[in-house]
């Protein structure tokens, strides 16, 4: 059974399986800045990691700059807990992402904000590298690669990135209709962010 609609905000709607997700740099408060574009090139969305907010937060917003959803932790310094998506217009919770904090691996969760049911898995390939990019002085520079897997902890896409001093993550997956894209492409947003704060 796949992914339904009801999980994707009301003014977006991700239906392709190849999109990228590149931190483009900073803004005037040193706060980091990412975009996402789809196959065509075409942006889909733009965020900034909110690091400073009594609670982390993640801004999504489109081309034009209108709010599509926000992604804001659970609690203060929230390194490894709950992160909840939220509609922009509709206020409502769409999706979960939960992770528990690990030097040698990042897991991250996708899941029903209501049952905590798993939709998708992210789970990072290599915990040398992972360890690498948090502990040494230029470790974040290092390319990263994370296996995305569906409720069933089957296969069906991966996040990869290469050398570089801002993360350009491409993401492919094989049954879009299996995970929540919003998800998955927002999660790598906010997975660098919460690495590079």
Same mark, same amino acid.
Do not use: C
């Given at each position: 059974?796949g992914v339904?609609?009801?999980?994707?905000?009301?003014?977006l709607e991700?239906?392709?399986?190849?999109y990228?997700?590149?931190?483009?740099?900073?803004?005037?408060?040193?706060r980091?800045?990412?975009?996402?574009?789809?196959?065509a090139g075409?942006?889909v969305?733009?965020?900034t990691?909110?690091?400073?907010q009594?609670?982390?937060?993640? =801004?999504?917003?489109?081309a034009?700059? $209108?709010e599509?959803f926000? *992604? !804001?932790a &659970?609690?203060? /310094?929230?390194?490894?807990?709950?992160?909840?998506l939220?509609?922009?217009?509709?206020?409502?919770d769409?999706?979960v992402?939960d992770?528990d904090f690990?030097?040698?691996?990042?897991?991250?969760?996708i899941?029903d904000?209501?049952?905590? =049911?798993l939709?998708?898995?992210l789970s $990072?390939?290599?915990?040398? *590298? !992972?360890l &690498?990019r948090? /502990?040494?002085p230029?470790g974040?520079w290092l390319g990263h690669e994370?296996?995305?897997?569906?409720s069933a902890?089957e296969?069906v896409g991966s996040a990869?990135s290469?050398f570089?001093?801002?993360?350009?993550y491409?993401?492919?997956i094989?049954?879009?209709?299996?995970?929540p894209?919003v998800?998955?492409?927002?999660?790598?947003a906010?997975?660098?962010?919460?690495q590079?704060?």
């Amino acid at each position: 059974m796949g992914v339904t609609r009801g999980y994707q905000p009301e003014r977006l709607e991700l239906t392709g399986s190849r999109y990228t997700v590149e931190q483009t740099g900073t803004d005037e408060n040193m706060r980091p800045e990412y975009e996402a574009t789809n196959e065509a090139g075409e942006v889909v969305f733009e965020a900034t990691y909110e690091m400073y907010q009594a609670n982390d937060s993640v =801004s999504f917003v489109d081309a034009d700059g $209108s709010e599509l959803f926000t *992604v !804001t932790a &659970a609690g203060t /310094l929230d390194i490894a807990g709950d992160y909840v998506l939220t509609d922009a217009h509709t206020e409502d919770d769409l999706l979960v992402l939960d992770n528990d904090f690990s030097l040698s691996q990042d897991s991250w969760r996708i899941r029903d904000p209501e049952d905590r =049911s798993l939709l998708a898995e992210l789970s $990072s390939r290599g915990g040398a *590298v !992972t360890l &690498a990019r948090k /502990l040494l002085p230029f470790g974040k520079w290092l390319g990263h690669e994370y296996e995305i897997t569906d409720s069933a902890g089957e296969a069906v896409g991966s996040a990869e990135s290469g050398f570089a001093v801002f993360d350009e993550y491409e993401i492919t997956i094989a049954d879009t209709s299996s995970v929540p894209m919003v998800g998955v492409v927002a999660a790598l947003a906010v997975i660098d962010g919460i690495q590079n704060s």
